[in-house]
């Protein structure tokens, strides 16, 4: 299926406007606006394409996490919507590998109601020669 861009694209700003607009959703404007003019730079055909995705972050995540993805973009030289994009959910996830709690509980309780001798009871073992008498089969 194919899809015409032109309807998805916000045409009531012009490029200007929509820059401003983009760079205020961040707490270091002065950063992401020479982030954004440099994506202009480099994609000016796209670069409505790029805001789009770029606004599209930031109504969906934390001011904290749209900073350390700014941040880290320009650290690495990254100047694209969707590396920008794709950075949000890499910090994303390092976040939730942080946030993840072990618990090193030393008592388990169990779920049902068996007594200790249960649980501590061991299978009869046999001998390994037993097996071959067994398969044999009773020849009388």
């Known amino acids: 299926m194919i899809k ?3 309807h998805t694209r916000d045409r009531t700003k012009g490029i200007d406007a929509y820059l401003d607009t983009v760079a205020n959703q961040f707490k270091d404007m002065e950063i992401a606006y020479e982030y954004l003019t440099i994506l202009r ?19 969906q995540n934390s001011d904290e996490i ?7 973009c320009v650290r690495r030289k990254l100047y ?4 920008f994009s794709d950075i949000v959910q890499y910090i994303k ?6 946030e993840t709690v ?11 109601n068996f007594t200790g001798w249960i649980l501590e009871t061991e299978a009869p073992k046999r001998e390994v020669d037993a097996y071959p008498v067994l398969l044999e089969g009773d020849s009388n």
């Open 41 to 59: 730079e480099k994609y000016p055909r796209y670069i409505r394409d790029q805001l789009q995705i770029i606004l599209r972050e930031t109504k």
């Open 93 to 98: 996830r390092q976040r939730q590998v942080r």
């Open 80 to 83: 694209s919507a969707t590396d």
């Open 102 to 112: 072990n618990d090193n509980a030393e008592n388990v309780t169990p779920l049902n």
């Open 4 to 6: 015409d861009r032109n």
């Open 66 to 72: 749209l900073s350390a993805a700014l941040h880290e």
